[in-house]
């Protein structure tokens, strides 16, 4: 039963996914494009797999692309790629989401150079684990990385974002295994579920209080009695962070006047064949890289808080 079930939702997906192909070779319409070369997106760990599909796609769409990468000379490796491939719109730079001092450096850099951004595509990340013998020290470089890192990032662009009518963008790239109500993977802890699932009363004391109290009991070594998601459990722990940080940040942005709107969703890639997933994955990076791109140059923008995946709203 349940591999015909498989089969099946992998058949729905192939479909979905030639749909998208088809789709993206749909040229936007001019009464669409919002943007131009002076918009600029900033993409962190632009430098491989879906951060640099992430650059590539967007710089083809006529947007100016800052590339980032924690290795600088990875970085402007992967910049010269694409500028040689005739996207001369791409500029790198250093950028460690885990370093302060380097996300200040670069702030200042952006600001000098560009005046600012429109677009910020939070790619960067981790994820060491394909066991569940979670060692602390792996659990907190997951958790500092992939949400106080992102987080951290969000802060120092937040003043950085352009005023437009078209308002800025923010794209967290997430993962379905963070999901507050999938069948599979789900949190099994029902009262902290319940304070995630309410919008209205989610706060961001509550999602640090969320990973800090996770961090100590893989220290203490009783997180399996808890409720977490049972796989890749301190990624999924990290994405559900950063899902419900989305979430959060959607709400306080709200209330921004017309003209200073900052739109912010997440989506997840799909198991993408990158070296993330060891190459084990079933998508092909460009796919990979396809939401995030039609997430942030969405024409109709006042879509905000949402969890995409192959171009479609799914639930948190």
Known sequence: MGHTHREKSKDRRDKRLQQISLMRTIPYSDHQRWWSKETVAVVTGGNRGIGFDI???????????????????????????LQEGGLTE?????????????INQFAEWLKENYGGLDILVNNAGVSLNQDNNYQYENARKVIETNYYGTKRMIEAMIPLMKPSAAGARIVNVTSRLGRLNGKRNRLENDALREQLSDEESLTEELIDGMVSTFLQQIEDNNWRSEGWPQKYTDYSVSK????AYTRFLARKFSERPEGEKIYVNCYCPGWVKTALTGYAGSVSVEQGADTAVWIALFPDQAITGKFFAERREINF
């Not at 791409?90 to 380097?102: F, G, M, N």
């Open 55 to 81: 650059c590539r796609q967007l710089a083809d769409h006529g947007v100016t692309v800052v590339l980032t990468s924690r290795d600088t000379g990875v970085g402007v490796e992967s910049a010269k790629v």
């Open 90 to 102: 791409v500029a790198c730079h250093q950028l460690d989401i885990l370093d302060p001092s380097s």
């Open 240 to 243: 559900l962070a950063v899902n």
